[in-house]
């Protein structure tokens, strides 16, 4: 059954912590607000499925998906579904925002395949604290408030520490694939589904860990490769085209010197 509570906030603007609004099972209408909300908020997806847009951005929230809203930060949610059912939590209070910059809390994050049963303990308690105490309600909450952002922030943690981990293994099959079928036409789709990934998220993985694209650094390794055929074969430098997955001796040609700063034909006779 949907419940909800705005606590009358009046000296507990001193608070390190308070609640500012806090609703459950809430059957979620469509948000759009075009200069976000002044106050950071935490989500529960309970069932049903939504979706959230966020810089153009769209995030599907399944169930068991907790996510983050900054303050501040223009955004959109509907249902998916017929019915799509939240716990929500906005708060503030005089500590919330040196926390959230000491968290690094600063953009939209949604988190899947979370146990809440925790978290939404921890919330449901501070419904009934903040509805059945009128007078120290908002001071009790405080503290149960914070307790749920340290659940929350250990939640965070473990999905960073999984998401970098599954990006570490995701790479090192790409590499391993590119190491052993270079010589093939390798196509940027084919290395994303090894990874798991989108074609755009693998760039962007590549970037951040190589400073290059997918296919320069599949350039690169065939470049490596063509120059040991170079130095330490008789094959000619069509041959070695073909077999270093470059096909067309003009375009090898090309390549090669964009790395190297000569010809294949130029290295060999340095370095041979």
């Given at each position: 059954m949907y419940k909800q509570i705005y606590p009358v906030i009046g000296d507990e603007k001193n608070l390190p912590f308070y609640v500012v609004g806090l609703g459950l099972e809430s059957w979620q209408f469509p948000i759009k607000r075009a200069d976000g909300y002044e106050y950071p908020q935490i989500f529960l997806s309970r069932s049903g499925e939504g979706e959230v847009i966020i810089n153009g951005e769209t995030t599907k929230i399944p169930p068991d998906t907790v996510f983050y809203i900054p303050p501040f930060c223009p955004h959109e949610y509907h249902a998916l579904s017929d019915a799509w059912y939240l716990d929500w939590i906005a708060f503030s209070g005089s500590q919330v925002i040196p926390l959230?910059?000491?968290?690094?809390?600063?953009?939209?994050?949604?988190?899947?395949?979370?146990?809440?049963?925790?978290?939404?303990?921890?919330?449901?308690?501070?419904?009934?604290?903040?509805?059945?105490?009128?007078?120290?309600?908002?001071?009790?909450?405080?503290?149960?408030?914070?307790?749920?952002?340290?659940?929350?922030?250990?939640?965070?943690?473990?999905?960073?520490?999984?998401?970098?981990?599954?990006?570490?293994?995701?790479?090192?099959?790409?590499?391993?694939?590119?190491?052993?079928?270079?010589?093939?036409?390798?196509?940027?789709?084919?290395?994303?589904?090894?990874?798991?990934?989108?074609?755009?998220?693998?760039?962007?993985?590549?970037?951040?860990?190589f400073q290059l694209r997918p296919m320069e650094y599949l350039a690169q390794v065939r470049v490596q490769h063509a120059k040991d055929l170079l130095v330490y074969s008789n094959k000619t430098i069509g041959e070695i085209s073909d077999e270093t997955g470059f096909q067309d001796g003009s375009y090898f040609s090309v390549v090669f010197k964009r790395y190297e700063n000569m010809t294949p034909g130029e290295y060999r006779r340095i370095k041979v």
């Open positions: 959230l910059e000491q968290w690094k809390l600063n953009k939209f994050t949604a988190i899947q395949g979370v146990d809440m049963d925790r978290l939404r303990r921890i919330i449901t308690r501070i419904y009934y604290t903040l509805k059945s105490d009128k007078l120290y309600g908002n001071h009790y909450a405080s503290a149960q408030l914070y307790d749920f952002l340290i659940e929350y922030r250990k939640i965070a943690d473990n999905r960073l520490s999984s998401f970098y981990t599954a990006q570490s293994v995701a790479l090192a099959d790409v590499l391993q694939y590119i190491e052993e079928h270079y010589p093939e036409q390798i196509k940027l789709n084919e290395l994303a589904k090894i990874a798991g990934v989108s074609e755009q998220h693998l760039c962007r993985l590549f970037k951040k860990n």
